[in-house]
């Protein structure tokens, strides 16, 4: 109930090309879905986040598409740069006692080409 | 804003013994949050402090613990050290819980 999903694994994209990370919950209790970028020796970094009564949120060229009917959201990066190569997190928030907990997919390792 | 600073950056301890690892919240945060990332994993949730009271935990034994001071800083103590607690342990600081976090750059522990 408390899983997050997330593929793929690893992901190569060309430069100027579409990356697509997609996640799956189960949990319909979770209320706010925000991903997070992590590069190597540093901590995860909010970059975009999404409500579940929005099906899609654009910043930039980073775009949360959200499918409340089928629990699946994902991030996709537009125009994706060399400097965009990082580990991607999709996770899900959710509160546990008094607490926000924050469950998280198990990442992937995007390489952009130059 | 000076962000969430952990020390110590790396540290390496021995199977049994105890840790102690610390966090200095973002100016202005009060709840902070400690997280595990195992190598290759996502972090998973072991426990928030808001006003000095735990006031969450994930599924984590009673020899992870921790402290939050007045100023919000906060501690993560674990004690009896097993090989599988070798992870990047991430500190997290929020003003607002709902929306998420900000996360310092980790402690690596290795336990051997």
């Known amino acids: 109930q408390q899983q997050v999903k997330q593929s793929p694994q690893s992901l190569i994209v060309q430069k100027g090309g579409i990356s697509i990370i997609n996640c799956a919950y189960e949990?319909?209790?979770?209320?706010?879905f925000p991903w997070y970028q992590q590069f190597p020796g540093k901590g995860p970094a909010l970059l975009i986040a999404?409500?579940?009564?929005?099906s899609e949120k654009k910043e930039g060229r980073f775009t949360i598409s959200f499918n409340k009917s089928a629990k699946q959201f994902s991030l996709h990066i537009m125009d994706s740069q060399p400097g965009d190569s990082a580990t991607y997190f999709c996770?899900?928030?959710?509160?546990?006692?008094?607490?926000?907990?924050?469950?998280f997919g198990s990442g992937t390792q995007l390489t952009v080409l130059p | 804003e000076t962000g969430v600073t952990q020390s110590p950056t790396h540290l390496i301890k021995t199977r049994g013994q105890q840790v102690t690892l610390r966090c200095s919240s973002q100016?202005?945060?009060?709840?902070v949050s400690w997280y595990q990332q195992a190598l290759g994993q996502g972090p998973q949730f072991i426990f928030q402090?808001?006003?000095?009271?735990?006031?969450g935990r994930g599924n984590f034994p009673p020899r992870f613990s921790g402290l939050q001071f007045p100023n919000y800083s906060s501690e993560l103590n674990v004690n009896a050290l097993e090989l599988d607690d070798s992870a990047l342990y991430l500190c997290?600081?929020?003003?607002?819980?709902?929306?998420?976090?900000?996360f310092g750059s980790g402690t690596r522990l290795t336990v051997v």
């Open positions: 949990n319909t209790a979770f209320d706010y």
């Open positions: 100016s202005g945060h009060n709840t």
């Open positions: 996770a899900a928030s959710i509160t546990s006692g008094s607490a926000r907990q924050l469950t």
């Open positions: 402090y808001y006003r000095e009271e735990e006031n």
């Open positions: 999404i409500r579940p009564d929005v």
């Open positions: 997290a600081s929020t003003k607002d819980a709902f929306y998420g976090y900000t």
